[in-house]
């Protein structure tokens, strides 16, 4: 039976091949201050022990070793309980979000920014930028979003938060002969919208992540690791048990302007095994 990248990795003449005299594996973004070791998990990944019980599920995630969190509001009784939890188990709350429908109303717009600083996050995010089900955008639709996007990024500045727009694969399907994602880092300010760059559904879109980098540097502040299967379907996989080759996107770290990787797995079989194992991989590789 052929190995996983991830039990490859984890041989010994893959750390022999990887590591000469104990360096690590990618020299150009590696070492004790490297920033992306410090990995965050979106905790969609993780939704039903969530629900289940949110305190045991966050204190294995803190036992795995992450330190960021993106979510959604709080959990528990209150903003300030579930912050003082977080505190105590050393996870920092590092984004959330919505979509631009819960977006547009600009007092709604400013509570959601209330409550995410509440918890001191750093970044809030678009998750879906469009109004519609985006299956047969329009010009007019593209330039509504990038306006739509320029105007909250402009809100979240003058509020004190950093905004994130978040990709899907429909975003690299054209419309005439302008991709989508594109037309939105091309239209919208750098110094308002940042991109929370999803590496699985740029490679689901049929684009490459790294030509996003050389194009676009230093707007990718946030990136989504998640892995895709090597299957006709290219479904969602556990990071490292797909294709993406994350060692050459991470070579491009300072390029993109990565300063947070945030592990997410859609519909995982095992979601805490999951988040353990894509932790454990991705720090063998950082």
């Not at 410090?38 to 966050?58: C, F, H, M, P, S």
């Not at 940042?194 to 490679?203: F, G, I, K, P, S």
């Amino acid at each position: 039976m052929a190995l996983t990248r991830r039990e490859f990795l984890f041989t010994g003449s893959a750390l022999t091949a990887g590591s000469i005299a104990g360096m690590p594996l990618l020299t150009d973004c590696a070492g004790p201050e490297n920033p992306l070791k410090d990995i965050g998990l979106i905790t969609y990944t993780i939704q039903n022990e969530i629900r289940t019980d949110y305190v045991k599920a966050l204190e294995e995630v803190a036992a795995i070793g992450y330190k960021y969190l993106e979510c959604g509001g709080y959990m528990g009784n209150s903003l300030q309980e579930f912050k003082a939890f977080l505190k105590k188990l050393g996870l920092v709350p590092l984004a959330g979000g919505g979509s631009m429908v819960q977006m547009v109303g600009k007092d709604d717009l400013k509570k959601m920014i209330a409550e995410e600083l509440g918890l001191e996050k750093k970044y809030l995010v678009c998750y879906w930028p469009w109004l519609t089900d985006a299956m047969n955008l329009t010009m007019d639709e593209l330039k509504t979003a990038a306006d739509n996007l320029n105007a909250i990024g402009q809100i979240c500045r003058e509020e004190g938060i950093r905004f994130a727009y978040h990709n899907h694969d429909k975003e690299f399907w054209p419309v005439g002969d302008t991709l989508p994602y594109n037309y939105l880092l091309d239209n919208t300010s750098r110094d308002l919208v940042l991109a929370e760059m999803d590496l699985y559904w740029v490679r689901k879109g049929n684009a490459d992540p790294m030509v996003y980098f050389d194009k676009y540097p230093g707007r990718f502040e946030l990136i989504h690791v998640k892995d895709m299967d090597d299957t006709e379907e290219r479904s969602f996989a556990c990071v490292g048990d797909g294709i993406i080759d994350f060692p050459a996107i991470f070579k491009k770290a300072g390029l993109a302007g990565m300063k947070h990787i945030i592990v997410e797995h859609d519909k995982p079989e095992h979601p805490m095994q999951c988040a353990r194992d894509s932790y454990n991989y991705l720090q063998s590789i950082l």
